[in-house]
């Protein structure tokens, strides 16, 4: 897979208020093209939120952000195009009655659809259906998916993968789109201590090969550009940054998401 030039990532002050309140305030990040920005805090603290307003999918209220040069909330469709989910519940959750292949196959002709030249459409059939296995099997060896180690291969149901799995079958699926900005919600849940260091070694392998790399987390790992939601700071001193370290406000919100391809 060709190394993207990854997107840089900067807020000052971003916000995002719902009819119930805020779910993240005050957010300051400067973060490089490759890095890998860790979105640390308890579940219901308002992490997937900021992460769907960081890439696109939900519009902030207040404060600024940019991502690869593209500000924050006016070119959401651009950064939408630029940046890709991972499995986000609620948002772009793996079927459990599909199997793997299906689930490559689906993504990699929607792909096709949105992305492909005109030219590349007119390419005979046995050439295009190359092109997609290629871009296919460059999604799995990033990811790290051996399918041939699957019970069942590429024909495994969802259902019966691993956690560890499911979590590199989402990537995979992502990184066909080629991101330049990579977002993964949940990354360490019902993992043990071995598959949550080596779900990190993957994204921060993602992230050192160019891609800008999102997650969210109860425990951010080391080295990490670390966004921290769920902290109590008082309104008038609501930001706190150093080396590359956010603290933010956080309350209950019930924002809708931005409608649009995640």
């Known amino acids: 897979?060709?190394?993207?030039?990854?997107?840089?990532?900067?807020?000052?002050?971003?916000?995002?208020?719902?009819?119930?309140?805020?779910?993240?305030?005050?957010?300051?990040?400067?973060?490089?093209?490759?890095?890998?920005?860790?979105?640390?805090?308890?579940?219901?603290?308002?992490?997937?939120?900021?992460?769907?307003?960081?890439?696109?999918?939900?519009?902030?209220?207040?404060?600024?952000?940019?991502?690869?040069?593209?500000?924050?909330?006016?070119?959401?469709?651009?950064?939408?195009?630029?940046?890709?989910?991972?499995?986000?519940?609620?948002?772009?959750?793996?079927?459990?009655?599909?199997?793997?292949?299906?689930?490559?196959?689906?993504?990699?002709?929607?792909?096709?659809?949105?992305?492909?030249?005109?030219?590349?459409?007119?390419?005979?059939?046995?050439?295009?259906?190359a092109a997609a296995r290629a871009r296919i099997d460059a999604a799995l060896d990033a990811a790290g998916l051996d399918t041939a180690a699957l019970p069942k291969g590429e024909r495994t149901s969802v259902r019966d993968l691993e956690r560890l799995e499911a979590l590199r079958l989402s990537l995979a699926l992502a990184l066909i789109g080629r991101p330049r900005l990579l977002a993964v919600d949940d990354t360490d849940l019902k993992l043990s201590d071995t598959e949550r260091t080596q779900a990190w070694e993957l994204l921060r392998s993602l992230a050192d090969g160019g891609i800008t790399v999102l997650a969210v987390c109860s425990q951010a790992p080391e080295g990490a550009v670390i966004v921290r939601t769920g902290t109590t700071v008082a309104p008038t001193d609501a930001r706190t940054t150093a080396a590359g370290r956010t603290t933010t406000e956080e309350g209950p919100a019930d924002a809708s998401a931005e409608t649009g391809r995640a």
């Open 1 to 129: 897979m060709d190394s993207p030039h990854g997107a840089a990532v900067a807020a000052r002050g971003f916000g995002l208020k719902g009819p119930r309140g805020w779910a993240f305030r005050g957010v300051d990040i400067e973060a490089a093209p490759g890095s890998l920005v860790a979105i640390e805090g308890p579940s219901g603290s308002g992490r997937t939120c900021l992460l769907l307003a960081l890439t696109g999918r939900m519009r902030a209220t207040e404060g600024r952000a940019a991502v690869g040069g593209l500000r924050l909330p006016r070119k959401m469709a651009a950064v939408r195009r630029l940046s890709a989910l991972g499995q986000v519940a609620g948002v772009n959750e793996l079927d459990p009655a599909f199997t793997v292949a299906e689930h490559l196959r689906e993504r990699a002709l929607l792909q096709r659809r949105f992305d492909g030249s005109f030219r590349a459409l007119l390419r005979p059939r046995a050439e295009r259906l």
